[in-house]
């Protein structure tokens, strides 16, 4: 996807992304990696082993390149969600689209929209999407009907479930404990 609005736009992957979307929706702390625009807080990535947490390896973002990379925080992703919500970002007919389930050219529906999955959480749908790289694992949700976002960003790594977190959020979120 990267290369395609590369090569559409006529400009680099980082610099569209913070052209189109992320300075008007006033993301000032979301980048592509090693295209940062402000003095974001940044932290170290780690990995678990079996005496304790260690520090990841740095890689190069170049080779997440547009399936991945991206550095926020959860501040700006409450940004994005309300973009989402209140269609700033794209057109509703297209949000439609990207939070329903997949058919398969056999009739088979999947759980998979166009980049999130499809779900259900206490009855309501849930629509999330999660990602990791070395140091670093994080998820997002959001429960339209309940005017819910939850985001989880997690610097402890690939096996260390940012998803289950951002999930048992929600179920608090949605089914308080009463005082």
């Known amino acids: 996807m990267g290369a395609i ?3 559409v736009s006529g400009m680099r ?3 569209f992304l913070a052209e189109k979307i992320f300075i008007p929706l006033g993301m000032n702390d979301t980048a592509v990696e090693g295209h940062e625009r402000t003095a974001i807080r940044r932290t170290e990535g780690y990995r678990q082993t079996k005496n304790g947490f260690v520090p990841s390896p740095v890689i190069s973002m170049t ?3 547009a399936a991945g990379a991206l550095v926020s925080t959860v501040d700006d992703l409450a940004r ?5 919500a209140s269609g700033k970002l794209l057109q509703q007919s297209s ?3 990207a939070f329903s389930p997949y058919v ?3 009739g088979s529906v999947t759980r998979y929209g166009y980049g999130w999955e499809i779900g259900r959480l206490s009855g309501a749908k849930i629509i999330s999407h999660g990602g990791a790289i070395d140091g670093f694992n994080c998820a997002v949700l959001r429960i339209p009907a309940e005017g819910l976002f939850v985001a989880v960003l997690s610097n402890t790594g690939i096996g260390n479930d940012a998803e289950t977190v951002a999930v048992q959020a929600a179920s608090i979120m949605m089914n308080p404990v009463p005082n």
Do not use: F, G, M, T
């Not at 994005?80 to 989402?84: G, Q």
């Open 13 to 15: 992957y980082a610099d």
């Open 95 to 97: 949000w439609k689209k």
């Open 63 to 65: 080779q997440p390149y």
């Open 5 to 7: 609005i590369e090569n």
């Open 104 to 106: 398969l050219n056999d």
């Open 80 to 84: 994005w969600d309300s973009a989402v």
